[in-house]
């Protein structure tokens, strides 16, 4: 992230500017450790997108509505790159041309969001359409429509949950012979072949039509902490999540996954943390104990994780 903020309180009741990269709006768990209920990390946050590059506004027009606009280059791109073109060593029926786009998610998008903050300061809601361009399959370039949702009930137990629906078009279809013989087993083809990006490159998709070349992937997810605290040096997570892979271009397999996690967060002091925590995973498919960059194939639908870590506060 890098960024800059402009504030002004003469404009309605107070609008801030931000331009930079930053991170995509709204989510309820971010990347830094001391913002996170707990140590791992939800599906949900893990195959969402991440950063923008660009310009958002945050309106106040009034003490509890927020208003949000802004334009991007797409998710997890760079504005240089919506200029660059690269060779193509393998024309094809997806990308026929002898050059394209470096990314083709490098292009300007648009994000309006609106959030209602209760008189009491106990209820909120953060309603979000992030990053909204074409959706061509790109890096990262997903069409992202969600909300937020927080709610303190007492001064022991509040809620806080995510709800969103993201996609991209003109996705290489995994299922389709010429896709296979052509794309895949050629390494070439397309902005993101091993040839041109040999890591970390976005996942093609599952599609159901075998005959088609590509086709619209989408991931559905949903996640909820419930937390209790009985004491201001203890708060106890509860986390159940459902994450919906339809196409696999999110994690590799077209799948449902579900998630419930326990955890437990604990200051020995106002400096030190202790965050212990147990996930259980289910997937429909196997989709768990392999990997991908050695060709190792998953084998198991189900996972049980024990994890932790400890966080100095200064």
């Known amino acids: 992230m890098l960024y800059v903020d402009w504030y002004t309180p003469f404009v309605g009741k107070g609008l801030n500017i931000r331009v930079g990269r930053y991170i995509s709006v709204p989510d309820i768990e971010a990347q830094l450790a001391p913002n996170n209920y707990m140590y791992s990390h939800s599906m949900t946050y893990t195959f969402d997108n991440y950063t923008n590059e660009g310009i958002v506004a945050s309106y106040q027009l009034d003490k509890n509505i927020i208003l949000q606009a802004g334009v991007t280059i797409g998710t997890e791109a760079t504005a240089d790159h919506a ?17 394209f786009k470096r990314d083709p998610g490098a292009r300007p998008a648009g994000t309006l969001c609106g959030r209602y903050n209760s008189d009491d300061g106990k209820t909120d809601l953060n309603v979000c359409a992030n990053g909204i361009n074409n959706g061509e399959w790109g890096y990262n370039n997903l069409q992202w429509y969600g909300a937020t949702f927080y709610h303190q009930f007492d001064d022991h137990w509040h809620i806080a949950a995510e709800m969103y629906q993201e996609h991209q078009k003109d996705v290489p279809n995994l299922n389709n012979a010429y896709v296979q013989t052509n794309i895949i087993d050629t390494g070439t083809g397309t902005p993101f072949s091993p040839n041109i990006m040999p890591y970390n490159a976005p996942s093609m998709a599952y599609c159901s039509n075998t005959t088609v070349l590509s086709c619209t992937a989408r991931a559905t997810g949903f996640v909820t902490y419930l937390n209790y605290s009985p004491d201001p040096l203890n708060n106890f997570s509860i986390r159940p999540e459902i994450f919906k892979d339809g196409q696999g271009q999110r994690t590799g397999t077209p799948t449902t996954y579900h998630n419930f996690a326990l955890g437990w967060q604990h200051w020995l002091s106002p400096q030190i943390e202790l965050r212990p925590e147990i996930a259980y995973y289910h997937a429909g498919l196997a989709a768990f104990n392999g990997n991908s960059n050695e060709g190792i194939a998953a084998d198991k639908t189900s996972e049980t994780i024990l994890s932790g870590d400890v966080i100095f506060h200064w």
């Open 83 to 99: 200029y660059q073109t690269i060779p193509n060593v393998n024309p094809n029926a997806l990308y026929p041309g002898t050059t």
